[in-house]
């Protein structure tokens, strides 16, 4: 049975190289050798990187530096940011709906009653864990983790629904990116909001 998986991957490679060899190798020595060079624009229209001293890139666009007729480049050319108009585009300002219980991602009651259950269980563990070590005289590492059904990062799982992860004039997301500073995570795991968090 190897004898014949040895004597099938000999062959294919055999197959394959004389392909490469007297195949593709003579269609591309043809191509390079027939135009000069492989690339479709003029010589003049393509800057090198010898040529500039290693200090410039190739243009491989084929983008026209000409100027839209809206005058968006005379924006761009007054300090205009790119930014702040896309920011600005009608697309991008579209509100969502006035959202149904079941468009959000979770239920605000069963999230909480989650959390709760949680950070029961973690107490638990802990009381558990530092009655041990105090039984074998180690030390463990103390973290208050309290029960905050006000915390950023609870915020802003309420707010994932299925237009979007969270909502541009949503005031939970400055909370959890200041809180994220010095928020310490103590435990996580697998599923939906297993992240236990804490400050110490």
Known sequence: MR????????????IFSADLYF??????????????????????DNLTLPSQGGLATPRLSNWTSAPPPD???SE?????????????????????????PEERLLQVELLMEYYRKKMSRWQRHMKVYSE??????ITLT????????????????????????Y????PAIPRLL????????????DGWTQNICGSL
């Open 3 to 14: 004898r014949d998986r040895l004597f099938l991957a000999a062959t294919l490679t055999a």
């Open 23 to 44: 195949i593709l190798l003579p269609k591309l020595r043809s191509v390079g050798l027939g135009s000069g060079h492989l690339c479709p624009c003029g010589v003049a």
């Open 71 to 73: 005058g968006t480049a």
């Open 76 to 100: 761009a050319a007054a300090g205009g940011s790119k930014l702040r108009r896309l920011f600005a585009h009608p697309l991008y300002n579209i509100q969502t709906p006035m959202l149904e």
């Open 132 to 137: 041990a070590a105090a039984f074998s005289n």
């Open 142 to 165: 103390k973290h208050e983790v309290t029960y905050d059904p006000r915390a950023s990062w609870l915020g802003f799982h309420r707010g994932i629904n299925r237009y979007a992860l």
């Open 167 to 170: 909502a541009r004039e949503d």
């Open 178 to 189: 200041k809180d994220m500073q010095s928020m310490t995570v103590v435990g996580s795991g």
